[in-house]
């Protein structure tokens, strides 16, 4: 079942891809993102590690990302939240269909990689959403 948040008369929205029942968390960005987006991923995070999971795989979906429509204190927010819970994430698929995040997610995987050794982020394009599926969805030995 997906979950649909919707703010009337615009186009906002975060979406689950998919519900797991293990400690993986698949979301998508449809159209800019808002703080109230960024606060319902938080949501939807903090939902698995109250679960009891230690550490929580996520998949992002951005290809839908509407940037010049997107709030920079979102974003900024995202940053901090990120940095501050870093110790609960596990592998992490960016799913996309962009040179500047294929860019970017190996210099982001590069500081990552070093704060939470055994941990991956990787970019996928879309049409590789199978893949990224199965890479947040593996069980770590």
């Known amino acids: 079942m997906c ?3 919707k703010q009337f008369n615009q ?3 975060i979406e689950k891809i998919k519900t ?3 400690n993986t968390l698949a979301i998508e960005v449809i159209g800019s993102f808002t703080e109230t987006d960024e ?3 938080q949501t939807f995070f903090k939902q698995k590690i109250d679960e009891g999971f230690e550490y929580v795989n996520v998949l992002i979906k951005l290809d839908e990302l509407k940037l ?3 709030s920079t204190k979102a974003f900024m927010e995202d940053i901090i939240w990120t ?3 870093y110790k609960n994430m596990g592998n992490i698929a960016i799913v996309a269909h962009s ?3 294929k860019a970017l997610v190996p210099l982001d995987a590069f500081f990552f990689e070093r704060l939470k050794k055994g941990f991956e982020e ?3 394009d879309v049409s590789q959403i199978d893949k990224a599926l199965e890479f947040v969805s593996q069980k770590k030995n």
């Open 3 to 5: 979950i649909f948040i």
């Open 11 to 13: 186009n906002r929205m």
């Open 20 to 22: 797991f029942n293990e």
């Open 39 to 41: 606060k319902l991923a």
């Open 68 to 70: 010049n429509q997107s």
């Open 83 to 85: 940095l501050r819970n």
């Open 99 to 101: 040179k500047i995040l």
């Open 122 to 124: 990787r970019y996928f």
